[in-house]
C-alpha cells in the first residue's frame, strides 16, 4: 500500500472538549479504529493523568497510538509519524478516526514530514546562553535573517517559544532544508480539520471538574507506581500536566490543593495555547457541543466527514 492510499478521518479540539468521547462513541456505532494523536498517551502506565481510554474501552474499539513507549524512554515526532504509517498500512482494511490535540501529530499526518536533523547540543547551548544573557530577541533576529519566510508562518506563540524557535534554526540550517526549502514552508500552510468545540467559560468548568476526578480516582497512587517503576522519566513526561504537580507533591513541594490548582490552570493554558493553533495553524470546520448530546454531536460530525471525505495521509 503507497502513502498515497492512506486515509482517515480526523477529529481534533481543545481538551477535556468532547472529541474522545464523541469519537469513541463514532468507531464503536460504525466498526472503526482508533489512532490517538495526543503526545502524553504514548507513555505505557501514564493513564489517569492523560484521560487514556479505560480498559472497557479498549475492549469495544481499536486503539493505536496510546502505550507505544516507557515514560522513561525519549520518543520523538519522527518515531510517531513512521509508527502511524506503520500502523494505517498493516490495517488497511480498517476505517480510522484519527484524534488528538497535539498540533505537531496532527500536522505530520497532513502534510507529512521530512526526516528531521537531530539536535545539535552545541547550537542549543550557545542559543541558550544567549537567551540568558540577552533574551529571546537575538533568536528572533537569527532566525528572520535565515529564513524569513519560515519566521512569518510561524504561530505566534511559537515566534515566542525559545525551545520552538532554536529548533527552528536547527531545521532551517539542515541539508534538507537548504536543498528544498519550499516543501519547508509549505509544511506549515494551514491544514482542514473537523473539530468539537466549547464556550471558554464552559470548557474551563470540565477542566476543573476533570482535574479533581483525576486527583479522586487516584493519580497520585499511579504517580508514585510510575516513579517506583521506572525510576528516572523522561524530561516530557515528568513535565506532563498533572504528572510534574503530582511529583512535587510526593516530594513535599507542594500541598494537594496547589497541586490541583496548579493543573486546573496549566490544563487551562493547554486549551489556549490549543486554540491559537487551530487559529494560526489550521482551516477548522467546528462543532458546537454546548448544547448538544453525545449522538447529536456525533450526527453533526458525521455529516461533515461526509462532505469532506477522508483525509490523505502524506
Known amino acids: ?39 502524553m498517551q504514548i507513555y505505557c502506565d501514564m493513564n489517569i493523568g492523560t484521560a487514556k481510554a479505560s480498559e472497557q474501552e479498549l475492549s469495544e474499539v481499536p ?26 498500512r498493516e490495517n488497511s482494511d480498517k ?28 547550537l542549543r547551548t550557545y542559543w541558550n546562553t544567549i537567551i540568558e544573557t540577552n533574551g529571546i530577541k537575538p533568536v528572533k533576529e537569527k532566525l528572520k535573517t535565515l529564513a524569513p519566510e519560515y519566521f512569518a508562518r510561524m504561530s505566534k506563540d511559537d515566534q515566542e517559544n525559545p525551545r520552538r ?54 493519580l497520585i497512587d499511579e504517580v508514585n507506581g510510575i516513579l517506583n517503576k521506572y525510576h528516572d522519566l523522561n524530561g516530557t513526561a515528568a513535565q506532563a500536566i498533572g504528572y510534574a504537580e503530582a511529583i512535587a507533591l510526593i516530594r513535599n513541594k507542594c500541598s494537594l490543593k496547589e497541586a490541583i ?23 477548522m470546520d467546528w462543532v458546537d457541543a454546548t448544547d448538544l448530546n453525545i449522538e447529536q454531536t456525533a450526527d453533526l460530525i458525521l455529516r461533515k466527514w461526509d462532505e469532506h471525505g477522508q483525509t490523505n495521509i502524506v
Open 261 to 283: 490548582e496548579k493543573t486546573i490552570v496549566r490544563t487551562r493554558r493547554l486549551a489556549k495555547k490549543q486554540r491559537t493553533w487551530f487559529r494560526h495553524q489550521a482551516q
Open 1 to 39: 500500500m503507497n502513502n498515497e492510499e492512506l486515509k482517515a478521518y480526523f477529529l481534533t479540539g481543545c481538551t477535556a472538549a468532547g472529541k474522545t468521547s464523541v469519537a469513541h462513541f463514532i468507531a464503536k456505532q460504525k466498526g472503526y479504529a482508533i489512532l490517538s494523536t495526543d503526545s
Open 95 to 122: 476505517t480510522f478516526i484519527i484524534t488528538g490535540g497535539t498540533g505537531l501529530y496532527i500536522r505530520s499526518l497532513m502534510n507529512g514530514l521530512n526526516e528531521l536533523p537531530g539536535a545539535d547540543e552545541e
Open 63 to 88: 486503539y493505536y497510538g496510546i502505550n507505544i513507549c516507557d515514560p522513561n524512554e525519549n520518543y520523538s515526532l519522527w518515531n510517531f509519524y513512521q509508527y502511524s504509517k506503520q500502523i494505517l
Open 165 to 218: 524557535l532554536i529548533r527552528a534554526i536547527e531545521l532551517v540550517r539542515s541539508t534538507q532544508y537548504q536543498e528544498n526549502p519550499d516543501a519547508w514552508i509549505k509544511s506549515i500552510q494551514k491544514i482542514d480539520l473537523v473539530g468539537v468545540t466549547l464556550p471558554t467559560e464552559i470548557l474551563n468548568n470540565k477542566i476543573a471538574k476533570r482535574v479533581h476526578k483525576m486527583y479522586d480516582e487516584g
